[in-house]
């Protein structure tokens, strides 16, 4: 059975810090890890990795996937109250092509103080 | 461009009662799949389909859980008969060729 794990459940900190959310993951067949944020509503899709050591980049926020080690890191720098959030991390695996659905961990709580 | 349209957006019933919880997903799209979350056990996936047909439904709870898609505009998700322990957001997504999963904005189901 395909298991995502994610540490810690939960991190408070202060504005201006950076944060690394941490998401390791056995599954069959993989395919691709993502990173979604989920505040009061739906979840919205941050990142989608696929090979390792390729480090994806959109302001603040990075994240780096190791396939060896079977973990991936998601990064914030200099946090803002609008930081705060559940961070989600999901792996998808594909059994002879085509989409599946994705195994998801069961987040890490942000709270970012002012 | 529309995202993925889910409604109701809340839903209260009664035990007992049948509750249809319907999805429509982005244009174009050839994947559309069901989640559930709820504070227990997070997110988890119930049913996926691909060019409307079911591809895996190992997630479905039990036989009062049952999931449709008549055409490729349209889903819907039928719970009969509903207990409390349904109690739960539901969420459709959809995606193109495998692609990155865009989520609806959830159905919030609660079961008294």
């Known amino acids: 059975e395909d298991k995502v794990v994610q540490s810690p459940l939960s991190l408070v900190v202060h504005e201006g810090d950076t944060v690394t959310l941490n998401c390791s993951y056995e599954?069959?067949?993989?395919?691709?890890l993502l990173w979604y944020k989920q505040e009061k509503k739906a979840p919205t899709f941050l990142f989608m990795l696929?090979?390792?050591?390729i480090e994806k980049k959109s302001g603040r926020l990075s994240s780096i996937l190791d396939k060896k080690e079977l973990f991936s890191i998601l990064n914030i720098t200099a946090t803002q109250t609008g930081d705060s959030a559940v961070y989600l991390c999901a792996v998808e695996a594909r059994a002879g092509g085509g989409a599946d659905g994705l195994t998801f961990g069961k987040g890490t709580h942000l709270i970012i103080q002012p | 461009d529309a995202g993925v349209i889910q409604s109701p957006r809340h839903e209260v019933t009664e035990m007992g009662q049948e509750v249809t919880l319907r999805c429509k997903p982005i244009?174009?799209?050839?994947?559309l799949f069901w989640y559930r979350q709820t504070m227990m056990r997070g997110l988890e996936l119930l049913i996926y389909?691909?060019?409307?047909?079911?591809?895996?439904d190992s997630g479905m709870p039990e036989d009062r859980f049952s999931a449709k898609m008549p055409n490729a505009s349209f889903s819907t998700l039928k719970i009969q008969p509903s207990e409390p322990r349904d109690s739960a957001v539901y969420f459709c997504?959809?995606?193109?060729?495998?692609?990155?999963?865009?989520f609806g904005p959830g159905t919030r189901l609660t079961v008294l």
């Open positions: 389909f691909n060019n409307n047909v079911p591809i895996d």
């Open positions: 696929t090979s390792s050591g």
């Open positions: 599954v069959t067949n993989f395919r691709s």
């Open positions: 997504a959809s995606t193109l060729h495998g692609d990155t999963q865009y």
């Open positions: 244009s174009g799209h050839d994947y």
